[in-house]
């Protein structure tokens, strides 16, 4: 979606109030890595996302398509806001949206399969993986991989595996 498209100013965010991610998408474009603060608060609340979500994930993604170094606000974002989206209570992904969302998510498991080999750190380990997991349709492992590795393995003991 085009960021010159006066939709972006009445599409809504994860506090379903209306976002406008243009400012914070052009900050980000330009290197601004504080933004993510305000990402991370106004795309997602609580298991709400909204529209503005859906737009502000496809316009993260090509934007950090140019970038050599992997973010993984980025993979964890965009794992985050498409495991909500099939939650009960979120919109669908609107038929205006759905080829830049689509074509999104196929350059991102692109990357994330790049960027993995190099991956050492829990954060963009977690987040590839729950990228992965969503690009194949598994929504349970990739809600596990979100998890911190104390989370899980937590879960493990308490179960009976740790």
């Known amino acids: ?18 976002y406008d991610a243009r400012p914070a998408l052009r900050r980000f474009a330009a290197g601004d890595l504080a933004v993510w603060e305000e990402f991370w608060q106004e795309l997602h609340h609580q298991g ?3 529209e503005a979500s859906y737009a502000a994930v496809a316009e993260i993604v090509r934007i950090h398509a140019a970038r050599a170094e992997p973010d993984w606000n980025v993979f964890a974002l965009a794992a985050t806001v498409e495991e909500a989206r099939h939650s009960a209570g979120n919109p669908a992904l609107p038929a205006w949206l ?13 990357r994330a399969l ?3 080999r190099g991956a050492s750190n829990d ?3 977690s987040s590839i993986l729950a990228v992965l997991a969503l690009a194949k349709g598994k929504r349970t492992l990739a809600r596990m991989a979100l998890l911190s590795e ?3 393995e937590e ?5 009976g595996w740790g």
């Open 123 to 125: 954060e963009i380990v």
């Open 114 to 116: 790049a960027d993995f």
């Open 1 to 18: 979606m085009d960021l010159a498209d006066e939709r972006w100013a009445a599409l809504k965010g994860g506090y379903r109030q209306p």
């Open 48 to 50: 709400d996302v909204g």
């Open 155 to 159: 879960m493990l003991r308490e179960v």
């Open 150 to 152: 104390d989370e899980r």
């Open 98 to 110: 759905t080829a830049d969302y689509e074509a999104a998510w196929s350059q991102l498991e692109v």
